[in-house]
């Protein structure tokens, strides 16, 4: 089945310790997305690949980074986690950018930072 | 500043009786909108959605309504079942096309026997 997967589903850094979250997909989607949610709070959309073109929100910070090497991967790196990073991160996939194009979204990472 | 706002944290609702999930918004500019459905320990997953050019959409037991004057939407399930317990997220887009989706931060549905 073609679907958005994400590795790992669980994941313990310490604080400071570099990080890097992966999501890959086999839809051959050319938007992916990276989302930050925190318990009982919207998905939060940190940034987006439209092919290789990287678009960042304004309000992400810097210590957040992402790559995508290839139309199937994208990597979220956070360089130096701290304790308000931990959260659940949700990668999405889409055909194309018009909001009206469905977001087929992964299972998520979930980040501990102790 | 929340542009989509759901705001019932939960709603619990019996087996049987209609489901009823409000959504609100504040940007004028949106004309499309979503509703995700979300379990735990999975991603959300697509639900329904309504062009600003419609005021209702249908698809079996799922319903959403779209009050544009009033900035409103809402999403109705009937006849409510067991497996529809999970958190539903109203998300919202504007035209440009350029401009991520913005979600609002959830209801938990819990559907009882």
């Known amino acids: 089945d073609a679907m958005v997967i994400q590795n790992p589903r669980y994941q313990v850094t310490q604080f400071g310790k570099p990080v890097t979250l992966s999501c890959s997909q086999t839809?051959?989607?050319?938007?992916m997305y990276w989302y930050q949610q925190k318990s009982s709070q919207a998905p939060k959309l940190l940034f987006h690949?439209?092919?290789?073109?990287?678009?960042n929100e304004a309000d992400t910070p810097d210590n957040f980074q992402s790559r995508r090497p290839n139309t199937s991967f994208c990597f979220l790196d956070i360089r130096s986690p701290g304790l308000g990073d931990a959260a659940m991160y949700l990668c999405?996939?889409?055909?194309?950018?018009?909001?009206?194009?469905?977001?087929?979204f992964g299972p998520g990472t979930r980040l501990t930072v102790t | 500043d929340q542009q989509v706002k759901q705001n019932s944290p939960s709603l619990s609702v019996q087996e049987g009786r209609i489901s009823i999930l409000n959504c609100d918004y504040t940007?004028?500019?949106?004309?499309?909108f979503l509703w995700y459905k979300k379990y735990p320990a999975e991603g959300p997953t697509f639900l329904i959605s309504?062009?600003?050019?419609?005021d209702k959409n249908e698809d079996g037991r799922f319903t959403v309504f779209l009050n544009k004057s009033a900035k409103h939407l809402s999403l109705h399930i009937v006849p409510s079942q067991p497996g529809d317990s999970a958190v539903y997220f109203c998300?919202?887009?504007?035209?440009?096309?350029?401009?991520?989706?913005?979600f609002g931060k959830g209801t938990r549905l819990s559907v009882i026997a």
């Open positions: 998300a919202a887009s504007r035209p440009s096309g350029n401009t991520p989706l913005v």
């Open positions: 839809l051959n989607h050319n938007v």
């Open positions: 690949y439209y092919d290789k073109d990287f678009n």
């Open positions: 999405a996939t889409s055909r194309d950018l018009a909001g009206y194009h469905e977001q087929y």
């Open positions: 309504i062009s600003s050019i419609k």
């Open positions: 940007n004028s500019m949106f004309d499309y």
